[in-house]
């Protein structure tokens, strides 16, 4: 996405939470729309990570029963994978396309998901405490302000309720996989898919979580293997990695986040 400045992105923002986006970034997104659940499309990587994203968040919460946030939906991959597994779903995009997209797949597919257009610091003044889960994937590194967004999700969490992470860490090794290889040399994600600058790095995740008062639990690593179009978790987190936190169980909850 294009910053004037490259600087920390930090929760300066806060005040014009409910425009933390890109316009750019959506229109982007909003293009692959019509091929993103077609698994050889531009999303082919994204239908791979899918699985284990998937995993990740399955072996460390029970879904069945569970409300369960998915921010940054996109057309709604994970979102119809957790609903899927039993979990009652909202899912929010900002980009109408994909949640078109979304909504006639579930129609197709008979998987429910309560698609909204409408940004999580917005739900998060309408619902505080309202979810057992979260999920926010890909998503953190396409918005100006990432720390507002932790903020708004630990707004929405249950004491005792979990937000799931998947980024990339601000590294030579990303740059050199995730941009020059998987953008100009594979192809496998269209060319400013990414920009690096805009890359996290699990400290600065972690800093971001603890100032929203969410205890960090765990951080792994996210593999690609393009030669067998799939994804498993590692140990290793220099490229894709996932975070999982906790909103403790006696916590009273950060201020709800307004306007």
Not at 96 to 114: F, N, Q, T, W, Y
Not at 149 to 171: D, E, H, M
């Amino acid at each position: 996405m294009n910053h004037q400045q490259d600087e920390p992105r930090t929760g300066a923002g806060r005040e014009h939470a409910n425009r933390n986006f890109s316009q750019a970034e959506l229109d982007k997104f909003g293009a692959l729309a019509h091929r993103w659940w077609d698994p050889q499309g531009p999303q082919k990587a994204l239908h791979a990570l899918n699985p284990a994203r998937l995993g990740y968040v399955a072996t460390r919460m029970t879904l069945p029963g569970a409300q369960v946030l998915d921010v940054g939906c996109g057309a709604g991959l994970l979102s119809e994978a957790l609903a899927h597994e039993g979990a009652t779903v909202v899912a929010l995009d900002l980009a109408p396309e994909l949640l078109k997209v979304a909504r006639l797949h579930g129609l197709e597919s008979g998987v429910a998901v309560d698609y909204r257009l409408q940004s999580v610091e917005s739900l998060a003044a309408e619902m505080p405490g309202r979810f057992d889960a979260i999920t926010c994937m890909e998503m953190l590194e396409h918005v100006p302000d990432p720390a507002a967004v932790i903020a708004a999700c630990a707004t929405l969490l249950k004491p005792g309720g979990r937000l799931f992470v998947s980024t990339l860490n601000r590294t030579p090794a990303a740059f050199a996989l995730a941009i020059v290889g998987a953008e100009y040399v594979a192809r496998l994600l269209p060319r400013g898919t990414h920009r690096y600058r805009d890359f996290i790095r699990p400290s600065e995740l972690a800093a971001w979580l603890r100032a929203s008062g969410l205890q960090l639990d765990d951080v792994s690593g996210l593999m690609y293997e393009p030669w067998r179009n799939a994804a498993r978790v590692i140990a290793r987190t220099d490229v894709n990695y996932l975070a999982c936190a906790t909103r403790p169980a006696a916590d009273t909850g950060p201020p709800v986040v307004t306007g």
